[in-house]
């Protein structure tokens, strides 16, 4: 197997045998860090980001300047060349001859795989308009595997906004490869779409369990993986004030939960978690930037064609 | 066709489509540009019966016009399967089942007003592929939005 020059665009791309691959090879480069401190001397990542993300960015960067490479780029849309009005593809072409491998954040949907089709270096898609955010994803694979020793037969709940959070339609695309139980928790308003539900089926490996009731499900999850319930997303303020509440996770809770459970976040996180959780064993969603770490590294060599 | 064409004039050279979904002959005529102002002969016919759909059945037959590819694509999206007979010297010289084909390209924007194909000045076309051909849905390769037909 190889993911040499191939692009990382959509968690839909994986195979269950690459993930694992990617998996392995993330917890493999960990365990043996001075070994590929400079497997990427003399290459060159460009990191476009046409919307600012500061976590992302300097967390694809420090990937690369830990295994011995160097970055250029940019980390807002305010730089002359853009504010000149170049298009992308313009973008995409000069830069390809300035770098080995390309990240990019774009605002317009879909634009990952328009850059990638406009060179032939690796593009990585690190968020495209409300679509896909595939590393993110992948790092809370990692995340899930490395903090309860495996995927298959677990209990993962998502909770909050699966109607538009894109990191939990990408994460389902991901756990659609593995045999667990998934439960959707949220809002009815807030269901997960049916095309994300259509994916899932058609791989026939995840039990699915709906529901609206949070503290009922808590006692019965391996994995609790919430997300912010934005207002704006409610067509009627009312129905926001009546759950915003509901799926927020309260101190008092922790006594519900399974003993190794795991409560996880993509961060930034609001008021979805109580602060008063952060001290607790249960919650690694500040752990999980150090797997993000992990995971981009392995990306970015496997797709440089380094790590074989 | 036959008990049509005992009705309505026969055409020296020209196109029959046929087994048309029902109903949608009117739409077929509006991707063809025929609106009957330039006199050429065009016979509309609208829900006849249709043995071989065991239903309902759309038929439309015009003088002196042929169809482009792109035209094909348009139609094969509203209405799969139809049947196109091109006429010369009032016999058949080509006729074929129209199939839907795997991808649309530049035909239509995205409805994804976000969508980087549809983004000012980037030299891009939209693109679809066929992922289900009944009911015809078609997923856009850039924002993977699904269109419905
Ligand atoms: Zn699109």
Same mark, same amino acid.
């Given at each position: 197997m190889s993911l040499e020059r191939k692009d990382i665009i959509s968690?839909?791309?994986?195979?269950?045998?690459?993930?694992?691959?990617?998996?392995?090879?993330?917890?493999k480069i960990e365990n043996d860090k001075g070994n590929y401190a400079k497997s990427m001397q003399g290459t060159i990542m460009a990191t476009l980001f046409y919307e600012p993300s500061t976590r992302t960015r300097l967390s694809f960067e420090?990937?690369?300047?830990?295994?011995?490479?160097?970055v250029i780029g940019f980390s807002s849309?305010?730089?002359?060349?853009?504010?000149?009005?170049?298009?992308?593809?313009?973008t995409i072409r000069t830069v390809a001859?300035?770098?080995?491998?390309?990240?990019?954040?774009?605002?317009?949907?879909?634009?990952?795989?328009?850059?990638?089709?406009?060179?032939?270096?690796?593009?990585?898609?690190?968020?495209?308009?409300?679509?896909?955010?595939?590393?993110?994803?992948?790092?809370?694979?990692?995340?899930?595997?490395?903090?309860?020793?495996?995927?298959?037969?677990?209990?993962?709940?998502?909770?909050?906004?699966?109607?538009?959070?894109?990191?939990?339609?990408?994460?389902?695309?991901?756990?659609?490869?593995?045999?667990?139980?998934?439960?959707?928790?949220?809002?009815?308003?807030?269901?997960?779409?049916?095309?994300?539900m259509d994916y899932i089926q058609g791989k026939g490996n995840v039990k699915i369990k709906e529901t609206t009731n949070f503290i009922e499900a808590l006692p019965k999850l391996d994995v609790i993986y919430m997300t912010r319930i934005q207002k704006e997303r409610f067509p009627d303020p009312e129905e926001y004030e009546?759950?915003?509440?509901?799926?927020?996770?309260?101190?008092?809770?922790?006594?519900?939960?399974?003993?190794?459970?795991?409560?996880?976040?993509?961060?930034?996180?609001?008021?979805?978690?109580?602060?008063q959780v952060d001290d607790s064993p249960h919650a690694i969603y500040f752990k999980q930037t150090y797997y993000g770490l992990m995971m981009r590294k392995a990306i970015i060599g496997l797709v440089m064609g380094v790590f074989k | 066709m036959s008990e049509l064409t005992l009705r309505i004039e026969k055409i020296k050279q020209g196109?029959?489509?046929?087994?048309?979904?029902?109903?949608?002959?009117?739409?077929?005529?509006?991707?063809?540009?025929?609106?009957?102002?330039?006199?050429?002969?065009?016979?509309?016919?609208?829900?006849?019966?249709? =043995? =071989?759909?065991?239903?309902? =059945?759309?038929?439309?037959?015009?003088?002196?016009?042929?169809?482009?590819?792109?035209?094909?694509?348009?139609?094969?999206?509203?209405?799969?399967?139809?049947?196109?007979?091109?006429?010369?010297?009032?016999?058949?010289?080509?006729?074929?089942?129209?199939?839907?084909?795997?991808?649309?390209?530049?035909l239509f924007p995205c409805t994804n007003e976000n969508c980087i194909s549809n983004a000012e000045r980037e030299p891009v076309m939209s693109e679809f592929m066929v992922i289900s051909e009944k009911p015809v849905k078609l997923r856009c390769a850039y924002c993977s939005r699904i269109l419905r037909f």
């Open positions: 968690a839909k791309q994986f195979s269950r045998e690459e993930l694992e691959y990617i998996l392995n090879w993330a917890i420090s990937a690369m300047h830990r295994l011995g490479g160097t849309s305010s730089v002359s060349s853009v504010k000149k009005g170049e298009t992308l593809a313009d001859h300035y770098s080995d491998l390309i990240v990019l954040r774009h605002n317009n949907d879909g634009a990952a795989t328009f850059a990638a089709r406009c060179t032939e270096i690796p593009v990585i898609n690190a968020g495209s308009g409300s679509g896909e955010h595939p590393t993110q994803s992948l790092l809370d694979l990692l995340t899930i595997q490395q903090e309860c020793g495996k995927i298959d037969g677990l209990n993962i709940g998502l909770i909050g906004d699966l109607k538009f959070g894109r990191t939990v339609h990408s994460l389902t695309y991901l756990l659609a490869n593995y045999d667990i139980n998934l439960f959707l928790i949220s809002p009815h308003s807030l269901k997960m779409q049916n095309r994300v009546s759950v915003k509440d509901t799926f927020k996770f309260e101190k008092e809770y922790l006594d519900l939960l399974k003993p190794n459970a795991k409560i996880m976040h993509p961060l930034p996180r609001v008021n979805e978690i109580s602060s | 196109t029959v489509i046929d087994h048309i979904e029902p109903g949608k002959a009117i739409r077929v005529l509006n991707i063809l540009g025929l609106d009957g102002q330039d006199g050429r002969l065009i016979t509309v016919a609208i829900n006849v019966q249709s =043995k =071989k759909l065991g239903g309902k =059945k759309d038929i439309i037959k015009v003088e002196s016009v042929f169809l482009d590819n792109e035209q094909l694509n348009q139609i094969s999206l509203i209405s799969p399967k139809c049947s196109i007979s091109y006429i010369k010297n009032f016999k058949v010289s080509k006729k074929f089942i129209l199939n839907i084909p795997d991808k649309f390209i530049g």
